[in-house]
């Protein structure tokens, strides 16, 4: 399976983390730990790929600050460097 070197992970209004449609873990979840599992493989096949493995975390405005949070310490367990932000839209 191809991975693009790039992985948006969406935070909704709700909590819920999602990545192409797929949820991850619980809102409620203290720890990330499906989402940090899909990060390694991602930036393994990036790795594999020679491309560097990127991540654009697109939080929803309502979602508190913890959430976010939890999705960089997923992302710092894939030892993920390259992690960037969208703006989030509940407009």
Partial sequence: MDL?????????????VVVNDY???APEVSQLNEL???LSRFREASSANK???IVTISPADA???AQIVKV???CSLARI???NFALGDDS
Avoid: S
Avoid at 4 to 16: A, H, N, S
């Fill in 81 to 83: 460097e390259a992690v």
């Fill in 63 to 65: 979602v508190p600050h």
């Fill in 72 to 74: 960089m310490d997923a």
């Fill in 51 to 53: 491309v560097e493995a």
């Fill in 4 to 16: 693009p070197d790039e992985q948006i992970i969406e935070i909704r209004p709700d909590g819920q």
């Fill in 23 to 25: 949820p991850y873990d």
């Fill in 36 to 38: 940090a599992a899909m």
